[in-house]
């Protein structure tokens, strides 16, 4: 893994440790818990509402799990906001 910049933390695979790099280089920011906190609810009431678990919340708040793209969606409608307006993408094109 020399030059890769990789960081093997651990006992993570291989494989893991890409996936680690990869989230770390997406550069999104999420705003689950923000637009969570403007409604009072809490992560519970989010999933009911959603119809998934609350630990399903809790990964998606704090980076452990990116939503599909179909809980994304709804997530944006619960909220009333665009898709982008709760996973900011920061990455730019390498010219």
Do not use: C
């Not at 704090?62 to 179909?70: A, E, F, G, I, W």
Request: charge should be neutral; proline fraction near 4%; glycine fraction near 8%.
């Amino acid at each position: 893994m020399s030059g890769s910049g990789a960081i093997r933390i651990g006992s993570r695979s291989e494989a893991e440790t890409k996936i680690i790099n990869l989230k770390s280089e997406a550069n999104v920011e999420n705003r689950l818990k923000y637009y969570r906190d403007e409604k009072g609810w809490s992560q519970g009431e989010l999933a009911r509402r959603l119809g998934v678990s609350r630990q399903t919340i809790n990964a998606v708040e704090t980076d452990k799990y990116d939503p599909s793209l179909p809980l994304a969606l709804r997530m944006a409608r619960l909220f009333g906001v665009a898709v982008p307006d709760l996973f900011i993408d920061h990455w730019e094109p390498v010219e």
